[in-house]
C-alpha cells in the first residue's frame, strides 16, 4: 500500500493529536497527512470526535479524562525522546497501549497505528511483560508512585470475584465484548464493571489496573494468565 493510495474497502483510522509540543505536532500532521489510510483532527476539536487512537507526549491528566466523558476512548499511542525501557515503563504508566520514538519515520508510524487499533490488548504492556528485567520488577513500576511498598503490602483487596474474573481476562488482552461471552455479562455492563475497577484501584486505564492487581498478587501469576 502506497502513502498516496488506499484500498477502498480498508476503513479509515481517526487519529487525534493531542501533542503539547507544537513542532512534534507539525511532524506528525507531515508524517500522516500523506496517508489515504488517515483522518487526522488535532487540538480540543479531537476530544469531540470518534477518533480510533490519540497521539499523546505526556502523561493525560485523570481528571480531564474522566470530565471529557467519551463513549468509546481512543487508545493512547505515547510518542516519546528515546527506546530504552525506562521510556517504555513511563509511557506505560501513563495510560499508553503503545509507544513509539519521535524519531520513528512514516512506515514505523503507521505500523504503530494499525497494530494498535487491531490488537485486541495492549502491546506496550505484553512487550514489557516479555523483557529482560522481569514481569515482577515491570508491574511494580506500573502501580502507584506515590505508594511505597509497606502500604502496597498492606493494601487489601477491594474487588469482587466478579471483578476479579474481568481483571483476570483484561490481562489476557481480551476486549469488552469477549469478557461478556465468557462471564455470561452485556458488553455495556462489563464497561460498567471496568470504570468501577478503575476507580476502585484509582489507576488510569485497564492496563495499569491489571497490572497493580497482578502485582498485589489479586491475580494469577502472569505467565498463567
Known sequence: MTQDTVAQD?????VH?????NELEKAMLSLLGRNAR?????????YAAESDVRLVDESPD????????ELSPPKLLFIGLGRSEQFLLDAAHAGAWAYIS???????LEDAICSLVESKGSPLLKQL???????????????????????HAAVNNPLTTDE?????LIARGEPSKNIGHHV???????KNYVVKILDKTHTHNRAHAAALAAQRGWLSPLDHI
Open 164 to 168: 476479579i474474573k474481568i481483571l483476570e
Open 17 to 21: 493529536l493531542a501533542l503539547s509540543d
Open 184 to 190: 455470561g455479562l452485556a458488553e455495556q455492563t462489563v
Open 129 to 151: 511483560a516479555q523483557s529482560d528485567s522481569g514481569s515482577f520488577e515491570i508491574l511494580a513500576g506500573l502501580t502507584d508512585p506515590d505508594s511505597d511498598d509497606d502500604d
Open 102 to 108: 519521535e524519531s520513528a519515520d512514516a512506515d514505523e
Open 38 to 46: 488517515f483522518l487526522v483532527v488535532k487540538g480540543s476539536i479531537g
Open 10 to 14: 480498508v476503513p479509515r483510522i481517526t
Open 62 to 69: 485523570p481528571d480531564q479524562q474522566r470530565e471529557l466523558d
